[in-house]
Structure formats: C-alpha cells, structure tokens
C-alpha cells in the first residue's frame, strides 16, 4: 500500500552506479521491443495480410483484456513497491501477483471469443494472438522498476523473454504454422512467469510478509481498481481506431496495425527517458504552470519528442516497406499528421502523465482519459466514414491534441491546490 504522507525514491543499486541505471532502461527497452519487431517483419514475410489483419485485431482484444491481467501495475506498481519498506516488499509482491493470476484465465478467455467475433477472417489466429498479449502481462518488471534494480530485470525477465520470441519465429519459419508460433510463446512466456515469480519470492520473502495475507488481499483489490481504471481507459483510447477500422473499413485494419506498430517503435525510444522519471517528478520545485513547462523531465521529453517525430517522418515509408515486405505504403499528408501525433503524445502527454502520477492524482488522470475516449469515438467513426485512412490519421491527432490540453489543465489544477 502506497504510503501517501511520504515519498520515497526507487531503492537505487550504488554498485551499477545511478549513472547507468538510464543505460540498462535503455537496453531493456530495445530487447523488449525488438522481438515483437523481427516478430512483425517475419509474420508479414511469410503469411498474408488478411492472417496479419486478423492478428493485429486479436493484439488489440489483448491489449484491453490484459488490463485486467496487469492491474494497473503500469500506472502505480513501481510506487507501491518503491513506497514499501524492504521488509514488505514481499507481502506487496505477492498481494498483487495472486491477483493477476486469478484474473489471467478469465480474461484470456473473454479476449479469445471476443477476438474471434470481432475478426472477419482467421478466427482463431485473433483468439489466439488476444491470449499472447495477455501472457505477456504476466511480468514482473514493474516490481524491479521499483525496487530500482533494472540490470536484474534485464537478466530475468527481458532477454529470456527475447529468446522465447526468436525460437517460436524460427519454428515458425520451419512450419510456416502461426497457430504452433503462438501456442509456443504463450507457454514459454507462462512459464518464465513462474519462474521468475517463486524466484522473487524465495529471495524477499520474510517471516512478517504474509501475515493476514487474505485480508491484504482485499485490501489490495481496492487499491489497485483506480490503477486498472487508468490503465482500462488508456487502453480503449489506444485500440479504439482498430476496433472502429475492423467494423467500418476492414481491408484497411493491416495497413493501420503496421504504421501503428512502427509509430509505437518510434515511442519506445522515449521509454528509458520515461522510466527514468517515474516517481521522481517530485525532485524538482513546481510552483507554477511556468515552472512545470521549464522543469528537466518536460524540456528532455519536448527535445525527444522533437528529434523522435522527426525521424520518424523521414524514415517511416522505408521502414513501413521493408517490414511489410513492400505490401504497404503510406502517403505523406497520413505520415506527416502520424508524426505530429507522436510529437503530441511524447512531448506533452507523457511529462504531464508522469507529474500527476508523481501527486498520487489518479482521479485527474482518469478524468482526462475518459474525456479524450468519450469524445474520440464519435470522432474517429465520422473522420473514418468521410477520409478512411487519412481520417483516422486525423482523428488520432485531434485526440492526442484533446487528451494532452486535459491533462495539463489537470497538471494547472493540481499545482494550485498545493499553493
């Protein structure tokens, strides 16, 4: 349970040095997302768009079912484990990783035949993909996020999980099967879980940490709704133009999930920065709308963001063509309005995210989401049915606009009411 009266920095490893703690952030970050990227590369190479089509709608279910799955431990699992003292490092770990496994089933199924009734094609290929994303929320990085120890991270969870990724593809290679590629990530990802989860637990456990484990448990369920509400709402407005493409305009789903796919690539190299200023927008003075937009984690994420959008700008339709294996290509005004997007969500969504989440001011950042969702749907579907592509190209940009002036009018609110 996060301790509200105090605020305490993530426990840093002196013998990495805090220095490199941003370095092994940023190679986490890489191994994580390459996988999924040589996945992509090797799925379209081999098999048609119609079955990746299929399979980016079943990522998508995923995505909204493993929600339930994570519980929010993106948002606010680093804090509580950061906010706990060692000695209830343990009890924190395990109230919270009980409950993903109990909601992991249930979840994976309600995302399998929710995947297939969306899906027009492939059925099973979605179901299947949706079960993938929701066995990779099975992940221990938030608690070394936490406790500060990404090195540890990197060893336990990262590149096994890189590993599993290249052997299923190189299976996949040799069957040309994507039902035997999934089914064989899903369970070296379920059993590298495991692992890793007995293995946290044998080396934190104390005598004190399970002591009325069934009531912290229930205590643990409420704390963690708010959490999962954020991350529920987040979630929606990030699947959202997929959902709304495969009921509206389907043959455009493959085209979509590739250059959101390749957008997401973009992002990523922003997330060691990010990680980097989760729980410690707190260090610096900000007293004022003023302060905040000259603050370092603003100014670092607004220079990101710049060179990022940039360089995805230019380099996007090459590498949009190389992954899709020239099966797709984007026009410049759907690249350039992407791009500002992307600006919008590094720039400004993700520092202004990162200071409420620091003030504990969940309320402020759920609001901002369901605002941006509730007004974003009506909007896609309209800009979808008039422009198709383009317009959700522009749809998205008018949520990311719509999402971040929200969240800075919360940032502006929340600094007033601590004056």
């Known amino acids: 349970m996060i301790n509200k009266k105090t605020f305490k920095e993530p426990k840093i490893d002196y013998k990495i040095g805090e220095k490199y703690l941003f370095i092994f952030h940023a190679v986490n970050t890489f ?3 390459l996988g999924p990227l040589i996945a992509v590369f090797v799925i379209l190479k081999v098999e048609t768009i119609g079955v990746w089509g299929a399979l980016a709608v079943g990522q998508a279910i995923g995505l909204l079912s493993s929600v339930f799955v994570s519980l929010g431990t ?18 924190a770990f395990l109230e919270i990783s009980v409950i993903q496994i109990i909601t992991f089933i249930p979840a994976s199924v309600a995302s399998f035949f929710t995947a297939i009734l969306f899906s027009s094609s492939n059925h099973f290929v979605a179901g299947l993909g949706s079960i993938s994303i929701n066995s990779s929320a099975l992940t221990v990085a938030w608690f070394f996020y936490g406790t500060g120890e990404p090195k540890k991270l990197l060893l336990a969870e990262t590149l096994p999980r890189f590993l599993i990724t290249l052997i299923s593809l190189l299976i996949f290679i040799q069957t040309k099967d994507i039902y035997i590629q999934l089914l064989i990530q899903i369970i070296f990802n379920l059993c590298l879980y495991t692992f890793t989860f007995l293995f946290i637990l044998k080396h934190t456990a104390t005598s004190s940490g399970f002591h009325n484990f069934r009531k912290k448990l229930g205590s643990q369920y409420r704390i963690r709704l708010k959490s999962s509400s954020i991350a529920l ?13 495969s009921v509206t305009a389907n043959a455009v789903v493959p085209v979509w999930a590739v ?12 997330e060691p920065l990010t990680n980097r200023y989760k729980n410690l927008s707190r260090r610096e003075e900000i007293k004022s709308m003023k302060s905040f937009f000259s603050s370092r984690v603003f100014v670092l994420h607004s220079a990101s963001g710049f060179l990022i959008s940039i360089a995805m700008f230019l380099t996007g339709p090459i590498l949009i063509g190389v992954l899709s294996s ?6 410049s005004l759907s690249l350039l309005l992407i791009s500002i997007s992307l600006f919008i969500r590094v720039s400004i ?3 202004a995210f990162l200071f409420l989440a620091s003030r504990d001011n969940l309320t402020g950042i759920l609001q901002s989401l369901g605002i941006a969702f509730l007004i974003t749907i009506p909007t896609l579907y309209v800009m979808i049915s008039k422009f198709t592509f383009t317009g959700i190209c522009l749809g998205v940009l008018m949520s990311q606009l719509l999402l971040s002036s929200s969240l800075l ?6 600094i007033k009411s601590k004056q």
């Open 31 to 33: 191994f994580s997302t």
């Open 233 to 245: 709402v987040s979630c929606l407005n990030f699947i959202s133009p997929i959902l709304i493409l």
């Open 259 to 270: 250059a959101e796919k390749v957008t997401r690539y973009f992002e990523i190299l922003n």
């Open 409 to 414: 009018y919360k940032v502006n609110s929340s």
């Open 74 to 91: 993106g948002v606010s699992g680093a804090s509580e484990i950061s906010n706990s003292e060692k000695s209830t490092q343990s009890s």
């Open 326 to 331: 020239n099966k797709i290509s984007l026009s």
């Open 349 to 351: 969504k993700q520092p």
